[in-house]
């Protein structure tokens, strides 16, 4: 109901004669009878509804899927659903624009869902041949009512039902709505509690619903575990798909691009695309931390930064960075530089365990990128290891790593974004958890602090680690990190050729 509206091309016509319309709504063959089948996702969904239902008992919860934006004219951008709306629903991919789940307190305790949302509309209406944004002669037929109840087991409605549902006792049942998932079902819900006479800001209410969907998702169940090692897999295709392509990126000038070009292949092929812009940095750009411009060449003797995921229909998706000698050697200072990164991760890896705070795992890693600056007289003259890493009047070491060393990894790339510090930063690690360990070293070419052989190198190392009962699992273990591993490997992948 929300999406954000396209202007109208007024040179534009359907034909509206009777005559065409009658014609176009007849002679197709009956549709399937049999709804879409049970997806697997049903079955772990209802214990994540189940869980809001008790934390907000007695109240009544709108989680908004969102609308598709214009890019230009009649032109959307690819729907990506919220996220809190995808995991209490299991729809992903691009799946369903508009749509809103509502969970509403039934009498004696708990909730039920309904999922409002445009079901496909019917051969003899307009929408089916002149609606290029929903019609089924546009963008293939949605699902209809029983399909959605059959494939996630949801009650499911016409979102046009949605409203008369929201102000049903709106006066006494609590409303609460993820504000930032759809502004028009936001405004809407705030039409409904005006009418219902509430007056005091519900804002805070809000904010609570968002950070509990977003705090909720922290730990991950076994199948969502499931899901994060597919996208980890299909990341580690990618990954050898850039490798085996690495001279083709070199000879054809503007490599950067190939790069992004050829993981962006494996993800869309394997995957639902990529969880975020690929990162493809060669030489200095490795030193811009959110190169996604990608213009650069790719040149022989250079390093190359890759940071990118593919994210699963899902929406799970891996986060990983290798930074691969072009040539497939490092030089001596890569060597060097790439070893204190690797030392770093290390250092973060072995602090990742329950009971450990998920701060920690970062001290531990820059510890040792202190260390390394220390050993090469880095530092300003006369600070030490100790006084660098002091929080209130050092942080020195921290102009070649201004970035954290780990971040929740999940359905949303940057995962849990909402939930407050002493759930995140402070709080402790527990097994389930999934985080990144990523530390990194840049020295930009123009830096007149390092030795001339160091500028221009720029390194990162990433990989995402599920927290398990006495340790960690490197979910992306198997995408090799060590300097000689790496060199194997982009010889093993080049002699191979494209997985
Ligand atoms: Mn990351």
Known sequence: MTSEEQPKAEHRSRPTSAEFREFVASGWAPRASEPTPRAEVADVTEPRRAAVSERFAGERLVIPAGGLKVRSNDCDYVFRPHTAFAWLTGLGADREPDAVLVLDPVEGGGHEATLFFRPLAPRDSEEFFADSRYGEFWVGAR???????????IRARHIDE???????????????????????????????????????????LDAELARDLS????????????????????????FEGVIADLPEAVRRGRGERWVEGMFGL?????????????????GDHANTLHWIKNTGDVREGDLILVDAGVEVDSLFTADVTRTL????????????????VLDAQEAGLAAVRPGAKFSDVHAAAIRVIAERLHEWGLLPEGVDVEQTLDPEHGQYHRRWMVHGTSHHLGMDVHDCQQALREDYMDA???????????????????????????????????????????????????????????ERWIAQVQERGRP
Not at 164 to 175: N, P, R, S, W
């Open 143 to 153: 699902p209809t009512v029983a399909d959605v109840e059959s494939e996630l087991g």
């Open 162 to 204: 949605m409203k008369d549902v929201l102000a049903k006792d709106a006066g006494t049942v609590q409303l609460r709505v993820l504000r930032e998932a759809d502004a028009a079902v936001s405004a809407l819900v705030d039409q409904v509690r005006q009418e219902a006479g509430v007056t005091e800001s519900q804002e805070q």
């Open 215 to 238: 705090t909720r998702r922290m730990v991950k169940d076994a199948w969502e575990v499931g899901e994060m090692r597919k996208a980890v897999a299909a990341t580690h295709k990618g």
């Open 266 to 282: 494996y993800a869309r092929h394997e995957g639902n695309g990529v969880g975020y812009d690929s990162i493809c940095a060669s």
């Open 325 to 340: 000698p072009v040539s497939g050697r490092f030089s001596e200072p890569q060597r060097r530089v790439y070893q204190a």
């Open 428 to 486: 402790e690690l527990v097994p389930g958890m999934i985080l990144t360990v990523e530390p990194g070293l840049y020295f930009k070419a123009d830096d007149e602090l390092v030795p001339d052989e160091l500028r221009g190198i720029g390194v990162r190392i990433e990989d995402d680690v599920l927290v398990t009962e006495d340790g960690c699992d490197n979910l992306s273990a198997a995408m090799p990190r060590t300097i000689e591993d790496v």
